[in-house]
């Protein structure tokens, strides 16, 4: 959501592996091939640093970076889940200047091995048993709910937090159902999440609010988040609470 594609897939296709992992995806779990493509690609003589230079060409949805930084500086909690692996989302990350503009991030864990070749493990057991469209290694549903209970737990009934949502794969439709109605979601139009919502909108209590381009993101979020800061200062004039809002960015 950062990128204007899907990370997995472009360094597979920058690295000439697509038909190896056109014929691996219909034979193994996703994860499960990103793993062994990553060990395939390090077979080929790819290095760490090649792949490092790839991440470093994707395409950055024009707008989506200064809307980052400006969500940021108007105090918004942002946080990352994302179905790529830690080392493609803080490379990414990195490169765009905006590692330290989020708190968190939740993603498939990865680490370099003895021989130097990337390996990718999954985020959840395999056996989450989600009934949505997620992917058998993580479902960021779960992850939602996590966030959920812990802003719970540290101001209970008070809480008063709301979240904005921005995804555009299938698997973004499970963490959207466990929003609330003072939350927002942000499905990317014409994408498979958006599809979903459309057959679906019953589901969602959230706030839907769709978006194109990179452009139109960032007007719609920064309007909802200045829309939310607006409200809660009539609210809490006489509170100083400045983390009123996470942001989630899936990718």
Same mark, same amino acid.
């Given at each position: ?9 472009w ?95 939740? &993603? ?16 959840h ?25 812990v ?9 008063k ?50 978006? &194109? ?11 909802i988040?200045?829309?939310?800061? &607006? ?21």
């Open positions: 959501m950062i990128i204007d594609l899907d990370s997995n897939n360094v597979v296709d920058e690295f000439g592996a697509s038909d190896m992992f056109n014929q691996l995806v219909p034979t193994m779990l996703w994860n499960t091939v990103m793993d062994t493509m990553m060990k395939e690609i390090h077979a080929g003589g790819k290095t760490m640093q090649d792949i490092e230079q790839v991440l470093k060409w994707a395409p950055v949805i024009p707008g989506v970076v200064p809307a980052i930084k400006a969500a940021h500086a108007l105090g918004c909690d942002l946080k990352i889940v994302s179905d790529a692996n830690l080392f493609f989302v803080e490379t990414i990350l990195e490169h765009s200047g905006i590692k330290d503009c989020f708190s968190e991030i939740n &993603t498939n864990p990865s680490y370099i091995d003895d021989e130097g070749k990337l390996r990718i493990c999954p985020y057991d395999f056996d989450h048993k989600c009934k949505y469209p997620c992917p058998p290694n993580m479902c960021k549903g779960l992850v939602i709910e996590r966030m959920q209970a802003s719970l737990a540290m101001e209970g009934n008070n809480n937090k709301r979240m904005i949502y921005l995804g555009d794969e299938a698997g973004d439709f499970c963490p959207s159902l466990m929003l609330r109605e003072q939350d927002f979601v942000m499905p990317r139009k014409d994408f498979p999440v958006w599809k979903l919502m459309n057959e679906n909108c019953q589901l969602i209590k959230a706030k839907i609010h769709g978006w &194109t381009d990179g452009e139109e993101l960032q007007h719609i979020l920064l309007r988040i200045k829309a939310i800061t &607006t409200i809660e200062e009539k609210q809490i004039l006489s509170a100083a609470d400045h983390s009123k809002f996470q942001t989630i960015y899936s990718h």
